[in-house]
């Protein structure tokens, strides 16, 4: 596709609920990650995949959070159990890494998480 | 770990100049630059990489010192359109040789008419 694009765009859910936010990203961009944004918060990093394995999941808040990348291409990042502070911005981002520091970040808009 | 980003809010008039800068507390290869527009996807600005380069684009230009682990974003007679969160972006632990990206404390600039 054109851009990085992920969905829903908007994801209201009852604490305690599962939930699946997806990524597809631009095509041929091997490294793709995902970040958290709470309202009038900076980027919190989250995971990183390289192809499809993850080498850096560092950022997940807990146990109940995981994500997983197939084909290369598609992500898929679940909550368990959702709880109310998971609320948030979900960003995904790809870039075409080269094997240097000189590959930008394209971003989807996002998924808006609201936990009631 | 995450870069700090100085200072946390400005406002401008209309042809005012800015500095914004980011501060790492470790060696870097590169700084990214991104300005998120509220409710938007942040959007890539430029990139600089390890050998104290300034690069610039429009009016906005930015410099590397990667002695002093710091990057600063200039931004000359500001236009409206210039209003966002910056946001400067490293590479996390080089020392797994993975490809992670963490982000600073971000700037919120706003300009005025």
């Known amino acids: 596709g054109a851009g990085v694009s992920q969905s829903p765009s908007n994801k209201v859910t009852e604490k305690g609920k599962d939930v699946e936010l997806r990524c597809d990203p631009i095509s041929g961009h091997t490294a793709l990650y995902w970040y958290r944004q709470s309202l009038g918060q900076g980027l919190e990093f989250l995971i990183y995949?390289?192809?499809?394995?993850?080498?850096?999941k560092s950022g997940l808040p807990s146990d109940r959070f995981s994500a997983e990348r197939t084909g290369g291409s598609v992500s898929t990042l679940t909550i368990q159990r959702t709880q109310q502070e998971d609320s948030a911005v979900y960003l995904c981002?790809?870039?075409?890494?080269?094997?240097?520091?000189?590959?930008?970040?394209?971003f989807g808009n996002g998924t808006r998480l609201t936990v009631t | 770990q995450q870069p700090v980003q100085s200072p946390q809010a400005v406002i401008l008039r209309e042809g005012e100049d800015a500095v914004i800068n980011c501060s790492s507390s470790k060696a870097l290869y590169s700084v990214h630059w991104y300005r998120q527009k509220h409710g938007e996807a942040p959007v890539f600005l430029m990139i600089?990489?390890?050998?104290?380069e300034q690069k610039g684009h429009d009016k906005i230009s930015a410099s590397f010192n990667e002695k002093k682990q710091q990057s600063s974003l200039y931004l000359t007679a500001s236009q409206l359109s210039y209003s966002g969160t910056y946001f400067c972006g490293t590479e996390g632990d080089t020392t797994s040789g993975t490809y992670k990206y963490i982000f600073g404390t971000g700037t919120r600039l706003k300009v005025l008419a």
């Open positions: 600089l990489l390890k050998g104290g």
């Open positions: 995949f390289q192809g499809n394995s993850a080498p850096d």
């Open positions: 981002a790809s870039s075409l890494v080269t094997g240097g520091w000189d590959s930008p970040l394209h």
